[in-house]
């Protein structure tokens, strides 16, 4: 069975596209890239799928199902510059948000969800830290946390918004075996991606995003010069084109 | 003690000052519950805002059931629905930004009130102890008032914590794991009208924001802990409202303002001398931490010279290393002498064991530092030296262990120096 399955989506700001039509199949059990320029639609795409923004049109299935009856088994680490982080939270309750999900409205945290959180955290290196203010990261330590919470979640599928940006390099490989890791159990990973460079070390496959899909595939097959000219080439397509002189 | 019986215990024994104590008690407890929230989503505004349009609601329960509590909740809280509601629809409805459209509805609801006053002869509302507060005025009926919504925002809180915390810090994740924002928003919002109902009587309209957001933010700059400011905070507001009442009851002062005024004076002595934040406690931190590098440099500058250079001809050569002036060095030597890290045995100055350890501990730290940028590649060669030299002041022993470990307890710096070993 697909994870998650993409009809004809079309999402719009202000009246105006950010993504259109896009057609997704994405199995279990792969880490995939999402690629393309700024503003490209990558996050609105991301976001999309989560259910975090109305479409215009389409459907967005998770394990067959609405997005609404799958909430538990997707997690999403979103951008590290969206956060306040002088919030007045330790890096164990952060984590500890990752088991939210599965509490019934009323209920607090039981000793099992208190375990999670610190297997978690260990397998991370960051249970030295637990205690700590959120502020007194480094930039690294920071994603590790949120990495943590996902895992936490013990969801099926993560959506990482550009995980790789102003981490050291400890961080990334500890993102990059984790996903490998999380890959080899049957999770499908999704990551939103910024820069070109490591594309095909880090992904097996491609979703190549430009307001339109420009290809989805394995990455050694989609990450060509014709295509990555297409997502990232400044000539506009003809439909672009016509949505230029018609809004 | 008399002073004691005098001025605090005496005036307890009148019912209007029991009463009144109560209700500041559980009006500092409603709103520095309620207002650590209202701070951590960036919300005073609305807060304000809120506080102002209830007005109305007040007005038309009294045009409708004369006073009575329970209409007086229902008509603040409604119109502090409402009022929420009306800016939200005019922010999503046009291009008018938030804070413009919290700027026009409060201050017409607020108008709105203030006409129907007028207009409303009949009816007698004592208009300035809504504005102002007038806490030694509170009646049986408005504490029980009181009591029941501090009970419903405590339980509200501690119920619905988890909702509050995540909804707070990351509404993103909120949303994807089916948390209603827009729920625990408008849940939020009822809130803070029941304690804006709460806090009317004893500090007014006009200065209830205060109420919300200076115990709360007076509580932050003490803890990083979410709960902790939670506690610290209500603590903080029912010390402000007690004070407050006290100085209002025997200086004759306006409840509202001496109550805020004591908030902000709590304020303004945590800002300033907090033992983690305080501006004047950073001032001294930074005066002492000047000094201790002088120290440190002096102590580091005489393991190097190693006794080769005599009495004051040592102290020239330090202050010229150091670039500072010679008698500086003087004292800072004699300090040194006073510690028993320094002594001179016929002129000659010499580090004592004690000051031989000390010298070591920093040369280990100064020297695994610069081998750890440079693994890390932080900053290239020519500019670790310099960072190196800061660095070795403030690095906690522990932090020096853990640098140690991680590099796996290298011997020799990128200079190709020994590192001295941990004793």
Known sequence: ?247 | MDIINQYILEPVQYEFIQRALIASITIGISCGLIGTYIMLRRMSLIGDALAHAVLPGVVVSFMVAGKSELALFIGAVVSGILTVLLIGFVNRNSRIKEDTSIGIIFTGAFALGILLVSQLKQVHIDLSSYLFGDVLGVSTGDITLSLIIMFIIIICIVVFYKQLLITSFDPTMALTIGISTTVVHYMLMTLLSMSIVAGLQSVGVILIIAMLITPPATAYLLSDSLKKILILSALIGVLSSVIGLYLSYHLNFASGASIVLVAVTIFLLVFLFSPKEGVVTKLIRRRESVRTVLLEDVIKLTYKFDGSIEGVSLADAIANELGISNSKVQGALKKLAERNLLESPGGKHLLTEQGNDYALKLIRTHRLWETYVTKEKVIDMEHIHPEAEKVEHVLTEDLVDELDEELGFPEKDPHGSDIPRKK
């Open chain 1, 1 to 247: 069975m697909n994870v998650i399955t993409v009809k004809n989506l079309t999402i719009s700001y202000n009246k105006k596209p950010a993504i259109k039509g896009v057609n997704l199949n994405i199995a279990s059990g792969s880490v995939i890239g999402i690629v393309g320029p700024n503003g490209a639609g990558k996050s609105t795409l991301l976001k999309g799928i989560l259910g975090l923004l109305p479409f215009d049109t389409g459907e967005v299935k998770i394990f067959g199902k609405d997005i609404e009856d799958s909430r538990k088994r997707i997690s999403y680490i979103p951008q590290r510059e969206q956060f306040d982080w002088d919030f007045p939270i330790c890096v164990e309750d952060v984590v500890m948000m990752g088991r939210y999900a599965h509490l019934p409205i009323v209920g607090f945290p039981k000793s099992g969800d208190r375990q999670i959180v610190e297997e978690v955290l260990k397998k991370i290196e960051m249970d030295k830290y637990s205690k700590r203010q959120i502020r007194q990261l480094s930039g690294g330590q920071q994603q590790r946390v949120f990495l943590a919470r996902a895992l936490a979640q013990e969801s099926d599928v993560y959506f990482l918004d550009e995980p790789f940006v102003g981490v050291d390099a400890k961080t990334e490989k500890a993102i990059f075996s984790l996903m490998k890791e999380l890959k080899e159990s049957g999770k499908t990973i999704l990551v939103i991606h910024h820069d070109l460079g490591k594309v095909l070390e880090y992904f097996d496959k491609l979703i190549m995003v430009n307001q339109t899909l420009i290809a989805f595939g394995d990455s050694k097959e989609v990450f060509t010069p014709e295509l990555i000219n297409r997502t990232y080439g400044g000539k506009l397509t003809i439909l672009q084109k016509t949505e230029e002189l018609i809004s």
